[in-house]
C-alpha cells in the first residue's frame, strides 16, 4: 500500500527552495547566464587571492578622473538639503546646457524642451528604449560584434535580433547591402554605433549619408550611440550623426559624459534628436525612475559648458597608453595595429588558439593580464580581444613584459 503522507512529506521536502518555497522566475531570464564582466572579475579577485598582481585591461572603467570645477560643481550642490528630493525631470539648465554643448560642439541645433533627454547613463538607455519602439517578434538590427547591451535591451523587449556584421575587410563599417530585402521590410529599429565599441571603428561620412536613405526608405528608427567621439587620434576628428540632413527625421542619437569627463559612476549620458522618440522614452521614464539626482545634473551641467581642456588632457592620455600597448605588443611579436578611436584596442588572438575565452583565461592564468573575450561582444567577435586603456602607463608596460616572459605568444 502506498503511504500518500510519505509522498506528500518527500513532495513538500524536494520543494522546498530559498526560503521555503519554489521560486519560478520569467522565462526571459532563459536568455542570459553569467555576464561575462562578472564571471571575469571573479577570476581576477580569486588570482589576488593567490598572491598574483593582475593588470586588469577588461572592463572599460575610466581612471581617470573628472576636473576640479567638475567635482566642485556637484559636491556644492550636494550640500544643499533640497538636492535630496525626487527630481522627477530634468532641469532647464541641464537641457539647455545639452542644447548649448551640442551646438558648439557638434553644429547642431537642438529644441531643449523637445529634443533632450537625460539617461541615467547610456547603459540604462540602451536598456530601456527598445521598450519604447518595439514590440513582441519585431526585428531589431544591431552591429555584430557590438557592446552587449545593444543586443540585450532589445532582447529584454521581446525582439527578434538580426546581427549585421562588421566585418575586418570592410573597416569594420557595416555594409547596408548586406541586409537582406525581407529584413529590411521587417526591421523597426537599428542601432549603430561609430567611434565604435570593441572595434574601435570610425565610418565615413558616406555611411550615414546611406543610412539616413535607408532609414528612411524602410521606415526603421536609428539610434547611434555616439559615446566616443572625443577619443579620437592621430589628429582626427568625429562629430554626430545628427549633423547629417535628414539624421533627426528617422532617429535619435546617445552621447555620454562616462569617458570624456570621468562620470562613469555618476551614469550621466543623453538621448537627443527626433522629438517623437525623446518624447515615447520620456514618458517610459517617468513610469520609472524619478530623474537624475540634482547634484549629477548639476556637474553634468558643468562639464559640458566650462574648461573644456580637460577634454584634450583625456585624449592625449588615452592616446599615449594605446601607443604604449599597441607598440609594445607588436614588439614582442602580437601584431596589433594601432586603434583610431576609442580607449579600446581590439586583437586578433594568437594563432594557435581557436577560443576568444581560453585565450583569456590563459593569459590570466600565465601572465595576470585581464582582458574581455570578443566572443561576448556577438558572434563575429570570436577569435579577438578586447582591451580597455583604464591603466597608467607603468601598469600598462607591466602587462607587455609579462606577456613577453610567459612565451604565450609562441
Wanted: aromatic share 10%; net charge negative.
Amino acid at each position: 500500500m502506498i503511504d500518500f503522507s510519505l509522498v506528500i512529506t518527500l513532495y513538500f521536502i524536494a520543494s522546498i527552495k530559498l526560503g521555503g518555497i519554489l521560486m519560478k522566475f520569467a522565462k526571459r531570464m532563459d536568455m542570459f547566464t553569467e555576464g561575462i564582466f562578472s564571471k571575469l572579475a571573479n577570476l581576477k579577485e580569486e588570482k589576488i587571492k593567490e598572491g598574483m598582481h593582475v593588470v586588469d585591461l577588461s572592463v572599460g572603467t575610466p581612471n581617470i578622473p573628472p576636473a576640479k570645477h567638475i567635482i566642485d560643481a556637484l559636491t556644492k550642490q550636494a550640500k544643499d538639503i533640497n538636492s535630496y528630493l525626487y527630481p522627477l525631470n530634468d532641469k532647464e539648465d541641464l537641457k539647455e546646457s545639452v542644447a548649448k554643448w551640442y551646438k558648439n560642439r557638434y553644429g547642431v541645433d537642438l529644441d531643449p524642451d523637445t529634443e533632450v533627454q537625460s539617461l541615467l547613463g547610456s547603459q540604462e538607455g540602451l536598456a530601456h528604449i527598445s521598450f519604447s519602439v518595439v514590440d513582441t517578434g519585431d526585428v531589431v538590427l544591431v552591429p555584430d560584434p557590438c557592446y552587449p547591451v545593444f543586443a540585450d535591451g532589445p532582447k529584454l523587449a521581446g525582439a527578434e535580433l538580426y546581427y549585421m556584421p562588421q566585418r575586418e575587410e570592410n573597416g569594420y563599417v557595416i555594409n547596408l547591402d548586406d541586409i537582406t530585402e525581407d529584413i529590411r521590410q521587417k526591421a523597426k529599429l537599428m542601432i549603430v554605433s561609430y567611434p565604435n565599441n570593441p572595434t574601435t571603428a570610425m565610418a565615413p561620412d558616406s555611411f550615414y549619408k546611406d543610412l539616413i536613405d535607408f532609414a528612411k526608405k524602410y521606415d526603421i528608427i536609428v539610434l547611434h550611440d555616439n559615446a566616443y567621439s572625443d577619443l579620437v587620434f592621430d589628429g582626427k576628428e568625429c562629430g554626430s550623426f545628427l549633423r547629417f540632413e535628414g539624421a533627426k527625421d528617422v532617429g535619435v542619437e546617445f552621447n555620454s559624459l562616462s569617458k570624456t569627463y570621468g562620470l562613469a559612476g555618476a551614469r550621466v549620458g543623453f538621448c537627443v534628436g527626433n522629438k517623437d522618440v525623446v518624447s515615447n522614452l520620456s514618458k517610459l521614464k517617468s513610469n520609472m525612475d524619478y530623474g537624475m539626482f540634482l547634484p549629477v545634473q548639476k556637474a553634468a551641467v558643468a562639464a559640458i559648458t566650462g574648461d573644456q581642456s580637460c577634454v584634450e588632457v583625456t585624449r592625449k592620455a588615452y592616446e599615449k597608453r594605446r601607443n604604449i600597448l599597441c607598440d609594445g605588443l607588436s614588439g614582442i611579436g602580437w601584431d596589433i595595429k594601432r586603434c583610431s578611436s576609442t580607449m579600446f584596442v581590439w586583437a586578433k588572438i594568437p594563432k594557435k588558439y581557436t577560443s576568444s575565452e581560453k585565450f583569456c583565461f590563459d593569459l590570466l592564468d600565465r601572465t595576470g593580464v585581464l582582458v574581455t573575450p570578443g566572443s561576448a561582444f556577438g558572434p563575429s567577435g570570436e577569435g579577438y580581444v578586447r582591451m580597455a586603456l583604464v591603466q597608467d602607463e607603468e601598469e600598462i608596460i607591466k602587462a607587455i613584459e609579462s606577456i613577453d616572459k610567459s612565451n604565450i605568444l609562441k
